[in-house]
């Protein structure tokens, strides 16, 4: 027999086996019930494929999770995991200060690490302002250098403790976190926090400076050079004497401009110096 006929036979005999399959029989010999019971069989096949067929697909593209605990990984363990499969990794503790994995060292401007605001200079400055103080205008370089020099120490010194105070306190909280994250995610909080810190930290600092300045120039202080002052004066009047406020200091510059400095002026009040009657200029 030809394989293409013995192939047709044996699907025509599997098709009226098929249809004359009845799981569902009841013994009842009527031909009307017969079918009904046949179509039945069929529906259920019909039915029960579909219900393996979907079933099957279910679970071919259903992930299954398999739980597998790796107790104190190390960085590279963590690193190498992270990129393969997702993590859950609790922290042993869920807080820790900055300290322990942060280091911040601060760079000054190089004029606070230079001999412009040591000890030695400035004590030559002032000997130089000594021995001009008498013969000099009150704009030339020996009389103001060794007070601005004083001002920019002193400046230099505010900044690295108020720098060094913020940075002990800074390091001293705590970063909280209740699981690992990923380095890089981690190196960008760390980045985000120091540049917040810095922006922080210097308005503040400029913040203050500023207020310093116009309380000192609104308030009319006296300084030891008497470079701004409010010293008073005696002047007779009415058979008394009475003090009267000091006009205050008032500087004329090499291009005629002139400001007091116990006026209110005197936080803006900027020119040349001078040197030997000479404007000193670049």
């Known amino acids: 027999m030809p394989i293409g006929a013995y192939l047709r036979s044996c699907l025509s005999a599997v098709e009226t086996g098929f249809l004359q399959l009845n799981i569902f029989q009841t013994g009842i010999q009527n031909e009307s019930i017969i079918r009904n019971e046949q179509r039945s069989t069929r529906l259920f096949l019909a039915l029960f494929s579909i219900s393996i067929v ?14 597998i605990q790796i107790r104190s990984p190390s960085i590279i363990e963590y690193s190498d995991l992270s990129k393969k499969v997702s993590l859950q990794c609790p922290c042993k503790n869920a807080a820790v200060k900055y300290e322990e994995f942060i280091q911040m ?23 130089l302002y000594e021995q001009n103080l008498s013969r000099s205008i ?29 940075l002990e306190t800074f390091l001293q909280n705590g970063f909280v976190q209740t699981h690992a994250v990923a380095e890089e995610t981690l190196e960008n909080q760390i980045a985000s926090m120091r540049t917040d810190f810095i922006n922080v930290k210097s308005k503040t600092f400029l913040r203050t ?22 010293k008073p004066r ?34 803006s009040c900027m020119g040349l110096a001078t040197l030997n009657s000479n404007a000193v200029s670049e």
């Open 209 to 230: 400076l500023k207020f310093v300045q116009n309380v000192t120039a609104q308030s009319l202080f006296m300084t030891g050079a008497s470079v701004t002052s409010v």
């Open 105 to 127: 060292k601060p760079f000054y401007h190089q004029l606070c690490q230079s001999d412009f605001v040591s000890d030695g200079f400035i004590d030559r400055l002032y000997s």
């Open 54 to 67: 979907i079933i099957g697909l279910y679970y071919s593209v259903k992930q299954y999770r398999q739980i």
């Open 138 to 166: 009150p704009t030339d370089v020996h009389r103001i250098a060794v007070f601005q020099f004083q001002t920019l120490r002193t400046l230099c010194q505010l900044a690295q403790k108020t720098i060094n105070d913020s």
């Open 234 to 267: 005696t002047q007779f009047r009415m058979g008394f004497f009475e003090n009267l406020p000091y006009p205050g200091i008032k500087y004329t510059f090499q291009d005629q401009s002139s400001c007091t400095c116990s006026s209110s002026t005197a936080n």
